[in-house]
């Protein structure tokens, strides 16, 4: 009866730290992309905007603004 007892406590035991060993991951939660507005400079003619990509800028009247490609092809 001893042995019978120990064995079911061991088991039991062995239960509950496999048990707690497996943790569930909190669900992800989606974040909105908002728009990107805006670009540092980071020397003439090259600045880096909201997100974190290598821009053109051009002179114009004074201020650096961002190269616009127009062209469809």
Do not use: Q, W
Request: proline share 3%.
């Amino acid at each position: 009866m001893k042995r019978v007892s120990v064995i079911l406590t061991l088991g039991l035991v062995g239960l509950m730290v496999m048990g707690a060993e497996h943790r569930s991951s909190a669900p992800e939660k989606k974040v909105a992309k908002k728009a990107c507005v805006g670009y540092t400079i980071i020397e003439a003619s090259k600045g880096i905007d909201c997100n974190g990509d290598t821009i053109k800028l051009v002179r114009t009247a004074g201020f650096y603004e961002r190269v616009r490609n127009d062209d469809p092809s």
